[in-house]
């Protein structure tokens, strides 16, 4: 190992080491504080370590050009992190009422995101998927944690089932692309493709099985089968952690393989993110309506929007130029932070309102939350806006911009059919809005319903992500502007 290959691994080098002092620290300590506390000290620093490389402006290949470290990995691992650390604050008092607060938990949620990371860097094919491996396999054994739960143990099935099936769609799609290019680094497979050495029937299909492996990794349809079932069956608290940091680092892992890689086959993957995007606007919002329960309502949710990330991703190239490309791949980016931000207060609030032996899971539960507990529905009311694409909320000006990249791309049809899906989905979140503040809780649920005792931390972070809403939404250019000169940084311009 050289320096340079040094200094680019350290973060992931020193996530990795620093999992094994937690685990085995573990062992010995009395209590979950110490594998708790150390693991957001472990995140701060990586955190603080992400900003100073960030701020150096440098981009370093490493192993081989099997590794990097630019601008885009930084952001979106600084994303993961604080994804990762607010889902452990907020969910520590869920996880305790329920006998789950284990150092499997964070043992397990740090390793999957050790996996994130290694995907957001990769610029090998070989390194993506180990990267994904470790992510998947760390899911799915967070998924199952609760093994006296019958749903989460079958939840945990069908995700691994369904896991290993896009897994081996996109191993095959690898093995292709490296018989179409003769390598699996991902610049120089770029680069046979422009010199037209790559063999284009096998690209064409190896593109078909890469886009389907990465399709199951966002939740998009026709690859959505396993989203309501594990967001429903899991304990909310890895919902949470499912619905925040792994969708980060789907997307980087589009980006360098779509973008980086086969950019010069745009005009045949293009087609493939329009059929998957339509799908997934048309059947998550349709689905969504008919939901009780509120999780699958979510669930259904997420998939109409990464739709709308897939719309951005198609939008880069257009008449085989790349003039909407910085726009395009900076809206994507730019959505994806603030969902997961939006998604991030969501699931949290679902966490607050259960109690020890509540699951706050169906819209019914949410009647009379006004009453309740008025702060808790104003900020829901907000995050509902956001989802809805209400203004000043940032989910309207997420919106805005993928509208804005996929018109100027010429592809109005595509931005009225988002707009039409859109409307649509603003049935069912308005839906909550009037159980919160126009429907009655029967006196015996006002007066028993339990609802988390959560820390002075957590509900300071839970209300700090309604707050970003609603700055973001007012003040959305210097998190625009930041994914915009990222962009411009990975794509040379």
């Not at 573990?26 to 701020?55: E, M, P």
């Not at 869920?94 to 499997?104: F, M, T």
């Not at 964070?106 to 470790?134: K, R, W």
């Not at 109005?412 to 839906?431: M, R, T």
């Amino acid at each position: 190992m050289t320096k340079t290959d040094f200094i680019a691994v350290f973060p992931e080098l020193a996530l990795f080491i620093w999992v094994c002092v937690l685990l085995v620290g573990d062992l010995f300590a009395k209590d979950r504080r110490f594998i708790h506390y150390g693991s957001l000290l472990g995140l701060t620093c990586l955190a603080i370590l992400s900003v100073g490389y960030f701020n150096d402006a440098s981009s370093i290949s490493a192993f081989g050009h099997s590794f990097v470290s630019d601008a885009l990995a930084h952001l979106l691992k600084i994303a993961a992190y604080l994804a990762t650390a607010i889902t452990f604050v907020l969910s520590r008092q869920y996880l305790e009422d329920r006998g789950l607060l284990k150092g499997e938990f964070y043992g397990l949620a740090l390793c999957a995101l050790l996996g994130q990371m290694i995907m957001i860097s990769s610029s090998n094919l070989l390194t993506v998927y180990l990267g994904l491996e470790l992510m998947s396999l760390s899911l799915y054994a967070l998924v199952a944690l609760h093994r006296e739960n019958k749903v989460a143990t079958e939840s945990a099935m069908k995700y691994f089932v369904l896991g290993a099936l896009a897994s081996g769609f996109l191993l095959y799609g690898i093995s292709m692309l490296y018989g179409a290019t003769g390598t699996f680094d991902i610049s120089t497979m770029a680069t046979q493709i422009v010199s037209g050495r790559a063999n284009q029937s096998i690209l064409v299909f190896a593109t078909v099985f890469i886009v389907a492996g990465l399709s199951f990794k966002f939740g998009v349809a026709p690859f959505h089968m396993w989203v309501p079932d594990v967001y429903q069956g899991s304990p909310t608290a890895v919902t949470l952690l499912l619905a925040a940091a792994p969708k980060i680092a789907a997307l980087g892992l589009a980006i360098r393989i779509l973008v980086e890689g086969l950019s010069a086959v745009a005009a045949d993957w293009q087609p493939m993110l329009w059929t998957v995007a339509i799908a997934s606007l048309v059947l998550g919002n349709l689905t969504a309506i008919m939901q009780s329960n509120f999780k699958r309502m979510l669930a259904y949710s997420t998939i109409s929007h990464m739709g709308f990330v897939m719309l951005g991703l198609s939008a880069g190239y257009a008449n085989g130029n790349s003039f909407n490309a910085v726009e395009a791949y900076s809206a994507a980016v730019f959505y994806m932070l603030t969902y997961v931000i939006t998604t991030l207060g969501t699931f949290g609030l679902i966490l607050f309102m259960a109690g020890k032996g509540f699951e706050a899971e169906n819209i019914e539960d949410l009647k009379g939350l006004n009453q309740r507990r008025p702060g808790l529905a104003f900020l829901m009311l907000i995050l509902m806006f956001s989802l809805t694409g209400i203004p000043p909320t940032v989910g309207f000006y997420a919106k805005l911009t993928i509208l804005q990249a996929v018109w100027l791309a010429g592809q109005e049809w595509l931005a009225l059919i988002a707009i039409f899906a859109s409307l649509v989905g603003a049935f069912y979140y308005l839906k909550i809005v009037k159980a919160m503040y126009f429907d009655s809780a029967d006196t015996v649920a006002l007066n028993t319903w339990p609802g988390a005792v959560q820390t002075g931390s957590a509900h300071a972070l839970l209300g700090i992500t309604g707050l970003s809403v609603l700055a973001l939404g007012l003040l959305p250019g210097p998190l625009l502007s930041l994914c915009g000169a990222t962009l411009k940084n990975l794509l040379g311009i």
